[in-house]
Nanobody, 124 residues
Framework: QVQLVESGGGLVQAGGSLRLSCAASGRTFSSYAMGWFRQAPGREREFVAAINNSGWSTNYASSVKGRFTISRDNAKNTVYLQMNSLRPEDTAVYYC?????????????????WGQGTQVTVSS
């Protein structure tokens, strides 16, 4: 079955950086777009970033554009989220997801498989 395993979360001070990784298995990784979403306490899950199947097209939420970078290594079946200039409002559980399509998509309904999530906490 398809498995997505996130890692790299933790506690960081405002202005710091973290790099999240998501290792995928059980599916032809290079055929599908990948995305990152996050959910803060008391809030709905929201889109953060997406990358198409080949890695040349990306899309970001306006709140993270210029600070976060999504990338993928199809040889390693892994997608990454580099997060710089972190803010307290970035605190959330971050989820990676595998889409049903190859192009970038911001809609959670286009993602079929989800990881278990990794906690990111940014202190002020």
């Amino acid at each position: 079955q398809v498995q997505l395993v996130e890692s790299g979360g933790g506690l960081v001070q405002a202005g710091g950086s973290l790099r999240l990784s998501c290792a995928a298995s059980g599916r032809t990784f290079s055929s599908y777009a990948m995305g990152w979403f996050r959910q803060a306490p008391g809030r709905e899950r929201e889109f953060v970033a997406a990358i198409n199947n080949s890695g040349w097209s990306t899309n970001y939420a306006s709140s993270v554009k210029g600070r976060f970078t999504i990338s993928r290594d199809n040889a390693k079946n892994t997608v990454y989220l580099q997060m710089n200039s972190l803010r307290p409002e970035d605190t959330a559980v971050y989820y990676c997801a595998s889409a049903t399509v190859g192009f970038t998509t911001t809609s959670a309904t286009n993602y079929k498989y989800w990881g278990q999530g990794t906690q990111v906490t940014v202190s002020s």
